[in-house]
């Protein structure tokens, strides 16, 4: 199964994923993940991507394409994954369908999370309450000014992947501002029609 989890930040697709991968057994490939991990590495990718990171900019698409390249090479990745915050712009989704079409594979859902905007915010306040009640360090760019930076970039440059997808008969869109738990049970039915 290969699946994409579409919607803004703060939208539950980390959340989501990290269900969806104990049910279907496949890698979550999250790229806000990947790109950290370089940070707090100090690779040459990290130092690139560091400063834009922090503003709630978007990283070049060469960049990110280049990671999800490698990354599903892997062999976790052979059975499938689910691609959390990648693609984000339309150049991005081509190169992933360059990427799939070269292997022989194929998309099988891409699954928008829609939420509204107001209750992003006070997400993401509680997403920073939670990390810092676990003595964990809070994402830099879990600040007002990045997050509001994160969302003009989610409306401009993201969001004409709905379109992107649903032309292609791959859109299925839920309402993200149900309890998690029935968000996933909605996946869930996406993903057994999918499988049927
Ligand atoms: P996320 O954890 O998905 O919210 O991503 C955190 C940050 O990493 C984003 O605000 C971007 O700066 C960067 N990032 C993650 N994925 C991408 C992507 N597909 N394209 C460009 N930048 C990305």
């Given amino acids: 199964m ?5 919607g803004p930040p703060g939208a539950g697709k980390g959340t ?11 890698p979550q490939l999250s790229t806000g993940d990947m790109l950290r991990a ?20 978007l990283v070049s698409d060469e960049i990110v394409v280049g990671i999800v390249a490698d990354r599903i090479e892997e062999a976790d990745a052979r ?8 693609p984000r712009t339309v150049p991005q989704a081509r190169a ?5 079409r070269e292997k022989n594979l194929q998309l099988d859902a891409v699954i928008e999370l829609k939420v509204d905007e107001n209750a992003l915010v006070e997400r ?3 997403r920073v309450a939670d990390t810092l009640a676990r003595g964990e ?5 879990d600040n007002p000014e990045a997050f509001k930076t994160r969302l003009v970039a989610y409306r401009e440059q993201t969001a004409p992947l709905s379109e992107y997808y649903a032309q292609k008969g791959l859109l299925r869109v839920l309402d993200g501002m149900q309890p998690i738990d029935e968000v996933t049970a909605a996946i869930a039915r ?3 029609t999918e499988a049927a």
Wanted: net charge positive.
């Fill in 79 to 86: 059975k499938g994954f689910i691609l959390d915050g990648f």
């Fill in 38 to 57: 370089a940070v707090a590495a100090g690779t040459p990718i990290g130092l690139k991507a560091k400063d834009v990171m922090a503003s709630g900019g």
């Fill in 137 to 141: 360090p809070v994402r830099k760019d």
């Fill in 16 to 26: 989501q994923s990290a269900r969806i991968v104990e049910r279907l057994g496949v």
């Fill in 2 to 6: 290969r699946l994409i989890l579409l």
């Fill in 96 to 100: 992933l369908d360059t990427m799939l």
């Fill in 124 to 126: 993401i306040a509680t």
């Fill in 190 to 192: 996406i993903l057994q």
